[in-house]
């Protein structure tokens, strides 16, 4: 019962944040920005005011795949936000490029998640991979929890480090958007607070929802050892 909780729970969870994104985008893409930049230009704009000319900001066709590539040093921005002057394109490009700057300045949580994604992306098979094996038989059930609660356990730690890069990045915009005047105080201020709140949640959900089946595999083994 408690798993099918956890599960439940987890896309419900996953279901209303990415809904709350959506809305969110979908509401103030409609609004226009005083400013008339496109997120393009602001993000650009907000690279060369930090003394960052070594970051290529590039257009993709997908949706909602805006982020910061650390290893590239790439901004990628969606086609709605590269070339939008909305509200929301402002907004999530200077989320972006807070990232950037954040690694400029050797953010420390941005360089514990950039050190953490070898072994997330390593983890991350695992956790499908082990309950089949162990269904079949082919490891002992022990075992099988053991490696889920470790595999769950990472994932944790990497979503516990993303809120703080999250929110940093949010921060940095929204104090960047306002003090040049690309975005102007009020309502336009407001709708970027809103996007970037519920683009926030999103990695609060993944976050709860880790800690979660983290638990779920961890205390078992806590109970058989108390035995």
Same mark, same amino acid.
């Given at each position: 019962?408690?798993? =099918?909780i956890l599960?439940?729970g987890?896309?419900a969870l996953?279901?209303f944040?990415?809904?709350?994104? /959506?809305? !969110?985008i979908g /509401? %103030?893409?409609q609004?226009p920005a ?6 393009a230009?602001?993000?650009?704009r907000i690279?060369s ?8 900001v590039?257009?993709?066709d997908?949706m909602?795949g805006?982020h %910061?590539?650390?290893?590239? /040093?790439r901004?990628?921005l969606?086609r709605d936000?590269? @070339?939008?002057?909305?509200?929301a394109a402002?907004g #999530?490009?200077?989320?972006? !490029?807070?990232h950037?700057i954040?690694?400029k300045v050797? %953010?420390?949580?941005?360089? =514990?998640?950039?050190?953490? #994604?070898g072994?997330?992306?390593?983890v991350?098979p695992?956790l499908?991979?082990?309950?089949? #094996? !162990?269904?079949?038989?082919l490891?002992?059930?022990k075992l ?5 609660a470790?595999?769950?356990? #990472?994932?944790m730690?990497?979503? &516990?480090?993303t ?5 940093d990045?949010s /921060?940095r915009?929204?104090v ?7 975005i102007? !105080?009020?309502?336009?201020?407001d709708?970027?607070?809103k ?6 949640? @999103? ?6 929802? @880790?800690?979660? =089946?983290?638990l779920?595999?961890?205390?078992? &083994?806590i ?5």
């Amino acid at each position: 019962m408690l798993f =099918w909780i956890l599960l439940i729970g987890s896309f419900a969870l996953s279901f209303f944040a990415m809904a709350r994104v /959506k809305s !969110a985008i979908g /509401k %103030y893409s409609q609004v226009p920005a005083a400013s008339g930049l496109t997120g393009a230009e602001a993000a650009r704009r907000i690279l060369s005011m930090a003394g960052i000319d070594h970051v290529e900001v590039i257009c993709h066709d997908g949706m909602m795949g805006d982020h %910061y590539d650390p290893i590239h /040093k790439r901004l990628v921005l969606s086609r709605d936000n590269f @070339t939008g002057r909305s509200v929301a394109a402002l907004g #999530v490009a200077a989320h972006e !490029a807070g990232h950037a700057i954040q690694d400029k300045v050797g %953010y420390a949580p941005l360089q =514990w998640r950039m050190a953490s #994604v070898g072994m997330v992306n390593f983890v991350s098979p695992l956790l499908f991979i082990v309950p089949i #094996v !162990a269904i079949f038989g082919l490891i002992p059930g022990k075992l099988a929890i053991m490696a889920m609660a470790i595999g769950f356990g #990472v994932m944790m730690l990497f979503q &516990l480090i993303t809120l703080p890069v999250e929110f940093d990045a949010s /921060k940095r915009a929204k104090v960047i958007l306002g003090r040049t005047g690309m975005i102007s !105080a009020g309502s336009e201020a407001d709708g970027v607070d809103k996007v970037l709140s519920a683009a926030a949640l @999103t990695y609060v959900a993944a976050f709860i929802s @880790t800690l979660g =089946w983290f638990l779920y595999y961890l205390l078992p &083994l806590i109970g058989a050892n108390r035995d």
